[in-house]
């Protein structure tokens, strides 16, 4: 895999890396927007890689449906085949106040580069092996680079499928590197948003039936450190659980999720201080995407031990959506809130903090400067689609600290604002306007602008300047 990196940005190197991206893909997508026009039944391609299936592609040998078929399946036998795939993208960021004014600025913004390339064995009907790797590359980010902005070369996903069924029950029992995504990725997801993506080390034993399925893993979550293959399982952590999700079809299409999270750290940093943590997470989620209206439940309550103290923490969200597909632009209405519990009293051992585990990066949008903890937040949104594979959102995020006794935390999990005796609960309220423009189906353009209004707490306990983010993305898969 050939990555291009940079010292500075920008400079020729980077500029020479561009124009080969885009000559790659004038080359591809020409050809490639002539075939789908023909054969529109080309499945997506998965935010999760190892969920494509181009199987199909067997008993179609005759005839190619995309440029990229010819390595999509690659037959190795009469029941193997071997399937390749990639991604490349580009994203430039421009932080105006970023941190709210505090610390070193970026005048100037800066290019994260991401690249990633796998390869998917089915050895017959029993055996898969999975790998891919990956490469992140942040250019001219000042101070430095943040741990999901880099990593310059490293295995992403390494792991072997052992397939069988026992009637109707499909098992897989999967050991290795491998990604983890759980519900709505509220406590466990891929990181899709940040430049580097998250992995475990784990293994796992997945049973699906006819209107069920169950998943239980146990594993340690991969360290992203920025050298070449230099990532390791973070020796401090371990995390495990068992997730479960029902269909309910006769009622209304409905599904629920029950699960268990176990999370041992060694090293756990809240505003009280630094101790061991063990803490144990329960969680209930109902959920539905009707057509018209659909809606996401979800409550979690967690208890074990920080230290010397007890874990007594919960979070309760609800979500509601409304597509009125019959009207001009297509308009979706979502309106989410959740409340995320703080800690009561620094000063006593018990700890009350909500801990999200592994969320998704981009948790309040793109920008990710909020993490959800002791956070209480209220989020409408428009969707609207004027036109064919173009969607543009705006949504008005409000924020207040659940506990006055507790600060901020951002994304990745870590303190960004201490409470400082502050007795304001009121943090800032985030306007964000949106474009996603999928041009077919390998290449995606994306625009963000974000506007940060810094509320109270901010401002009595630091710098609390207004921030700006600015971010065009372009994003190429085969």
Same mark, same amino acid.
């Given at each position: ?288 995407? $009707? ?5 996401? /439940? *979800? #409550?979690?309550?967690? !208890?074990?031990?920080? &230290? ?129 423009? $999928? ?5 995606? /353009? *994306? #625009?963000?602008?974000? !506007?940060?209004?810094? &509320? ?23």
């Amino acid at each position: 895999m050939t990555t291009c990196s940079a010292n500075r940005f920008p400079d020729r190197s980077t500029d020479l890396c561009h124009w080969h991206f885009v000559l790659l893909v004038i080359s591809c997508c020409g050809q490639t927007l002539a075939q789908e026009s023909v054969q529109p039944q080309i499945p997506a391609i998965e935010t999760i890689r190892w969920e494509e299936d181009y199987s199909y592609l067997r008993n179609d040998s005759g005839r190619v449906n995309g440029f990229f078929d010819p390595i999509k399946f690659i037959p190795l036998s009469r029941k193997s085949y071997l399937s390749v795939g990639g991604e490349v993208r580009y994203q430039y960021e421009y932080l105006r106040n970023a941190n709210w004014g505090e610390g070193i600025q970026d005048k100037n913004g800066y290019l994260l580069q991401r690249y990633m390339l796998h390869t998917d064995w089915h050895l017959g009907q029993h055996v898969r092996i999975f790998g891919q790797l990956k490469s992140g590359i942040a250019s001219g980010k000042a101070p430095g680079p943040d741990p999901p902005d880099e990593d310059r070369l490293d295995l992403h996903q390494a792991f072997a499928d052992l397939l069988f069924s026992f009637g109707s029950l499909q098992s897989t029992l999967r050991l290795g590197r491998q990604e983890l995504s759980y519900g709505s990725s509220r406590l466990v997801s891929v990181r899709e948003g940040p430049n580097v993506r998250q992995a475990f080390d784990a293994g796992r034993l997945m049973i699906k039936g006819q209107q069920w399925q169950a998943d239980a893993f146990l594993s340690r979550p991969v360290e992203t450190n920025r050298g070449i293959f230099d990532d390791g399982s973070d020796a401090n952590v371990r995390f495990w659980g068992v997730y479960t999700t029902r269909e309910f079809p006769a009622f209304l299409n409905a599904n629920a999720d029950l699960y268990y999270f176990g999370l041992e750290d060694k090293q756990a940093v809240f505003e009280q201080g630094k101790a061991r943590e063990l803490r144990h997470s329960a969680g209930l989620r109902l959920w539905s995407n $009707q057509t018209l209206v659909g809606y996401n /439940l *979800e #409550a979690v309550y967690q !208890l074990g031990s920080f &230290g010397r103290g007890r874990i007594r923490a919960w979070t309760a969200s609800a979500e509601l959506t409304c597509n009125l597909e019959k009207l001009p632009w297509e308009p979706s209405l979502n309106l989410k809130t959740e409340i995320i519990s703080g800690d009561r009293t620094p000063e006593n051992p018990d700890l009350q903090t909500f801990n999200p585990l592994f969320p998704k990066g981009a948790y309040f949008g793109q920008v990710a400067l909020i993490g959800p903890a002791n956070l209480a937040d209220l989020h409408p949104s428009l969707t609207l689609h004027p036109a064919r594979n173009l969607e543009l959102i705006t949504d008005w995020n409000f924020f207040w600290r659940e506990s006055l006794n507790d600060g901020v935390y951002g994304v990745p999990y870590v303190l960004i604002r201490e409470s400082s005796g502050s007795r304001a609960a009121y943090i800032g309220d985030q306007l964000t306007f949106e474009a996603d423009w $999928q041009l077919q189906r390998h290449l995606q /353009l *994306e #625009a963000f602008c974000t !506007l940060f209004h810094s &509320g109270s707490f901010l401002r009595q306990t630091g710098a609390g300047k207004n921030l700006t983010y600015l971010s065009t993305r372009i994003t190429f898969k085969f």
